[in-house]
DNA sequence: TAAAAAAGTTAGTTATGACTAACAAATTAA
DNA sequence: TTAATTTGTTAGTCATAACTAACTTTTTTA
């Protein structure tokens, strides 16, 4: 049983490619993962992804045959897991504790996520008191590496008098977060739409006694509930 | 004015050699410190060592001439105490928000004081309320790089009949540490030296009802002030 | 002060993880 | 179904930062 030794010898790159691997799978969890859409995720050379891939699957996080899709193991998956579990977890405590905004976070966390230590990552949780829930809206894995996927409906896909709340938001980009905080959106929001309009798709909303048109681009980065 | 833009532009290995070199000079403030005990202190070749120094001149952080003794630039010193901001501020976190324990903190804030976010240890700064020391002691460096030194007595250097307060013990070792806590000694605990052994220079001292013999070594690690 | 020891330097090697350029396989479209 | 495009792979390069081995300079001490 060798199982919690090698647990930790991972370099931040090899952290970087099976977190954003996982993200890749589940976002999309139909569709196959190639080398290149990775690499374009990771903003780095197709050549660094396939050698990156291959070391992971020498090291079983990954499998894969030549030409062929990616997939990752459960050992794979379950440092995915924990590292999502620990970004998420700063996250939080940069936003509930040290006034960090939701545009300011993901950079930073993306820095301490690499931290290692069982200590610190357990005990932070156990600090802000084991939240549900990142200040995006999105679920944290407790720490054996379970949680819950909310369903993510996007906001794109409702339709003219639907009312919905807001759950999360993607936090993959900075502009957009600052986007939706300076129109006055923010988790628990409900949103009206008025109207989808047909010829760029964009989507009339309201909300707390606001309208705003959005691109469908936006949408698509909202994620919802229905609430009619 | 390119000053604010390069200071954030360190790898981890090169503010890992500036904060070792800055406390190495510190530590014995008259004599000078070589590239072998750096090395030493870093636990890597005097090859390394070498390598890297090379690079720091280059950069600006560190003097020196060939053959000759090191030291730092003003701004190799500025990096240096912002490292030790860091440290002993994440140390604090951990100690008291986070149910680290002296011994086990050193480790996580080496870790810690490489993360790159001058709002993040500034909040956790506020957030703690400014605190002036770290739990073993050590004065913490202001946002602007001030703090006081203490004045470093060792206990070692008591002779029979002293009374001294414990204000700072050396962090550098996990075994030591966990030697301080288990024999019951602890921030502030007054201190009676009441023999110095001529024979091998072991210190019988009393603490809290204890009486106890700790060796010279120990005791070159316990600083303390002195009361009588 | 000359030999030995210690301290510092240089050259060359290794591993990690990026990169480009060239090429091969698979998929899509004409 | 062949040609074009996309996707994946390989080979070779570069930077960082470690290493050993060999060598030079400085310091110590006999």
Not at 106 to 121: G, R, T
């Amino acid at each position: 049983m060798t199982n919690k030794l090698n647990l930790n010898n991972l370099t931040k790159s090899e952290e970087d490619y099976l977190k954003a691997l996982f993200q890749l799978l589940i976002e999309d969890s139909s569709v196959k993962v190639g080398n290149n859409q990775l690499a374009d995720y990771l903003k780095v050379s197709p050549a660094s992804t396939n050698n990156m891939i291959k070391k992971l699957k020498a090291k079983n996080y990954v499998v894969s045959e030549k030409y062929g899709k990616l997939d990752l193991t459960e050992e794979g998956k379950s440092i995915a897991v924990r590292l999502i579990r620990k970004h998420r977890l700063w996250e939080t405590f940069l936003c509930n504790y040290l006034n960090f905004t939701w545009d300011e976070v993901h950079e930073v966390a993306e820095q301490l996520e690499h931290i290692k230590s069982k200590k610190l990552i357990n005990e932070l949780d156990r600090f802000m008191d084991f939240p549900e829930k990142d200040p995006h809206g999105e679920m944290i894995p407790n720490a054996d590496g379970e949680y819950s996927i909310l369903p993510k409906i996007t906001l794109s896909s409702l339709s003219d008098g639907d009312v919905c709340q807001l759950v999360a938001v993607d936090d993959g980009s900075v502009n957009f977060l600052k986007y939706v905080s300076e129109i006055g959106l923010a988790l628990s929001s409900e949103i009206k739409v008025l109207e989808v309009r047909e010829f760029d798709k964009s989507i009339r909303i309201q909300f707390d006694n606001t309208i705003e048109t959005v691109t469908r681009k936006f949408a698509d980065n909202v994620f919802v509930k229905k609430v009619v």
